[in-house]
C-alpha cells in the first residue's frame, strides 16, 4: 500500500509560501509574506520549529548562505522545497479538492 | 539598563539558552526587522517565543525516548528470567583457574552481559520503531557503532555509581557478577543505569536538522525548484 504524507494547515501554508518566493525563501521575507497572507503578524520562531519540522520529514532542504552587517554578521538560513515536498503538495491539494467538490451545500451557501 | 544592552542580552539568550537548537539564523532574522524599522517589544516577544517554542521542541524531542527507555528498562526482570539458563553463569568455576586480570574480566563480562544485551536489543527495537514512523534517511553504521558504544560505557559507569548508592564497602566488579546483583530486589536502582545506558545509545541515532551546521550557500546556486508556482504545481 502506498504511503501518503498529507500536510497539515500551516504546513501547506508554509510550504506554498517557499514556492512562491523561490530561492530567496528565508525566515524575514518568509514571515513577512505569512503575515501579509494570513493578515496578522506571526512568530518567526513558530516558522523556524515548523520548518524544521518539515526537513525532518524530508519535505524541506536547507542551506546557510550570507551574512550582512544588519543582521549582526549572523548568516541568512535559505530553505527551498524538495522533490518530496512539491509531492506531497500536490497530494494535499488533489485530497482538498476533492472534498470541496464533494460539498454541494456548502458551495452554494458560500456563492 | 539600556535598551542596547537588553536586546543584546535578548540575542545572547537565544543563541545559548534554547536546548540543541542553532539560532544563529533565527537571531539574524529578527536582528534584521529590528533594525528595518520594529519595536524593542517586538523583539522581546519574539525572543520569548522563540525560547518558549524551543523548550517545547526539546521536550517533545528527548520525551519519547526517555520514556521508552524508562519502559523498556522495567522489563529487564523479564529478560533475566528468559535468559537464566543462557545468559547468567554465576561464578563458573573453569574462570577461577585463569589468572588474574582475565580471570576478573571475564566474570565482569559475564556480569554485565545480560544488562548489554538486553540495553542493545532495545536500542534495535527503538531504531526499527524509528525507521517505521519517522521514516529517517540519515542514519548511518557510524552512529548506530556509537550508540552502542556510548551504551556500554554509560552503562558501566553507572553500574559502578550503583555500588556506591548500595553503600558497598569496596568497589569489587565481583558484585556485579553475583546473581543477585541484577536482581528484582535492585530492581528501583538498577532502571537507572539502564535507563541512562539505553538513552545514551538513542540520542546518537535520533534525526538531527537545525543542530547540524550546514553548507555555506554557493553564490548564485541554482536550485531545481526555482521556478513559478504554477508551473509546478
Redesign the interface.
Given at each position: 500500500m502506498r504511503e501518503h504524507n498529507y500536510l497539515g494547515e500551516f504546513e501547506l501554508i508554509l510550504l506554498?509560501t517557499l514556492?512562491?518566493l523561490?530561492?530567496e525563501a528565508?525566515?524575514?521575507p518568509l514571515?513577512r509574506e505569512l503575515a501579509l497572507m494570513r493578515g496578522r503578524d506571526v512568530?518567526?520562531?513558530?516558522v523556524?520549529?515548523a520548518l524544521?519540522r518539515l526537513?525532518?520529514?524530508?519535505l524541506v532542504a536547507?542551506?546557510?548562505?550570507?551574512?550582512?552587517p544588519?543582521?549582526?554578521g549572523?548568516?541568512?538560513?535559505?530553505f527551498?522545497?524538495t522533490?518530496q515536498g512539491?509531492r506531497s503538495?500536490?497530494e494535499t491539494?488533489k485530497v482538498l479538492s476533492k472534498l470541496w467538490k464533494s460539498l454541494p451545500s456548502v458551495k452554494e451557501d458560500l456563492a | 539598563m539600556k535598551p542596547a544592552m537588553t536586546i543584546g542580552l535578548a540575542?545572547w539568550m537565544l543563541e545559548h539558552l534554547t536546548f540543541g537548537r542553532d539560532n544563529?539564523?533565527?537571531?539574524?532574522?529578527?536582528?534584521?526587522?529590528l533594525?528595518?524599522g520594529r519595536s524593542a517589544g517586538w523583539y522581546f516577544r519574539?525572543v520569548s517565543?522563540?525560547?518558549?517554542?524551543?523548550a517545547c521542541?526539546a521536550i517533545r524531542e528527548y520525551a519519547s525516548p526517555l520514556v521508552f527507555s524508562a519502559g523498556w528498562s522495567a522489563l529487564y526482570p523479564l529478560w533475566r528470567f528468559i535468559g537464566r539458563n543462557r545468559l547468567v553463569h554465576p561464578a563458573p568455576d573453569r574462570w577461577v583457574a585463569l589468572r588474574w586480570p582475565y580471570s576478573t574480566m571475564l566474570d565482569l563480562a559475564a556480569g554485565i552481559l545480560p544488562a548489554v544485551t538486553f540495553v542493545w536489543l532495545g536500542l534495535f527495537v527503538y531504531l526499527l520503531l524509528l525507521l517505521r514512523l519517522?521514516?529517517t534517511?540519515e542514519l548511518s553504521s557510524f552512529r548506530v557503532l556509537l550508540g552502542l558504544s556510548t551504551s556500554l560505557s554509560v552503562l558501566l559507569a553507572a553500574t559502578i555509581g550503583l555500588f556506591y548508592y548500595l553503600k558497598h564497602p569496596v568497589i569489587n566488579v565481583q558484585y556485579v557478577a553475583t546473581e543477585g546483583f541484577y536482581s528484582l530486589f535492585h530492581i528501583c536502582a538498577i532502571n537507572i543505569p539502564m535507563t541512562l545506558s539505553l538513552m545514551a545509545a538513542i540520542l546518537p541515532i535520533l534525526?538531527r536538522?537545525?543542530r547540524i551546521?550546514?553548507?555555506?550557500?554557493p553564490p548564485h546556486?541554482n536550485?531545481?525548484?526555482?521556478?513559478g508556482?504554477n508551473s509546478?504545481?
Amino acid at each position: 500500500m502506498r504511503e501518503h504524507n498529507y500536510l497539515g494547515e500551516f504546513e501547506l501554508i508554509l510550504l506554498l509560501t517557499l514556492i512562491r518566493l523561490g530561492d530567496e525563501a528565508y525566515g524575514v521575507p518568509l514571515s513577512r509574506e505569512l503575515a501579509l497572507m494570513r493578515g496578522r503578524d506571526v512568530s518567526i520562531g513558530s516558522v523556524y520549529a515548523a520548518l524544521d519540522r518539515l526537513e525532518l520529514k524530508g519535505l524541506v532542504a536547507s542551506s546557510l548562505g550570507e551574512s550582512t552587517p544588519e543582521r549582526g554578521g549572523r548568516a541568512k538560513r535559505y530553505f527551498r522545497v524538495t522533490e518530496q515536498g512539491l509531492r506531497s503538495v500536490q497530494e494535499t491539494r488533489k485530497v482538498l479538492s476533492k472534498l470541496w467538490k464533494s460539498l454541494p451545500s456548502v458551495k452554494e451557501d458560500l456563492a | 539598563m539600556k535598551p542596547a544592552m537588553t536586546i543584546g542580552l535578548a540575542t545572547w539568550m537565544l543563541e545559548h539558552l534554547t536546548f540543541g537548537r542553532d539560532n544563529e539564523s533565527l537571531s539574524g532574522d529578527l536582528l534584521e526587522e529590528l533594525r528595518a524599522g520594529r519595536s524593542a517589544g517586538w523583539y522581546f516577544r519574539q525572543v520569548s517565543m522563540a525560547m518558549g517554542i524551543g523548550a517545547c521542541e526539546a521536550i517533545r524531542e528527548y520525551a519519547s525516548p526517555l520514556v521508552f527507555s524508562a519502559g523498556w528498562s522495567a522489563l529487564y526482570p523479564l529478560w533475566r528470567f528468559i535468559g537464566r539458563n543462557r545468559l547468567v553463569h554465576p561464578a563458573p568455576d573453569r574462570w577461577v583457574a585463569l589468572r588474574w586480570p582475565y580471570s576478573t574480566m571475564l566474570d565482569l563480562a559475564a556480569g554485565i552481559l545480560p544488562a548489554v544485551t538486553f540495553v542493545w536489543l532495545g536500542l534495535f527495537v527503538y531504531l526499527l520503531l524509528l525507521l517505521r514512523l519517522r521514516r529517517t534517511n540519515e542514519l548511518s553504521s557510524f552512529r548506530v557503532l556509537l550508540g552502542l558504544s556510548t551504551s556500554l560505557s554509560v552503562l558501566l559507569a553507572a553500574t559502578i555509581g550503583l555500588f556506591y548508592y548500595l553503600k558497598h564497602p569496596v568497589i569489587n566488579v565481583q558484585y556485579v557478577a553475583t546473581e543477585g546483583f541484577y536482581s528484582l530486589f535492585h530492581i528501583c536502582a538498577i532502571n537507572i543505569p539502564m535507563t541512562l545506558s539505553l538513552m545514551a545509545a538513542i540520542l546518537p541515532i535520533l534525526p538531527r536538522t537545525h543542530r547540524i551546521a550546514r553548507r555555506r550557500r554557493p553564490p548564485h546556486a541554482n536550485y531545481e525548484h526555482n521556478t513559478g508556482s504554477n508551473s509546478i504545481l
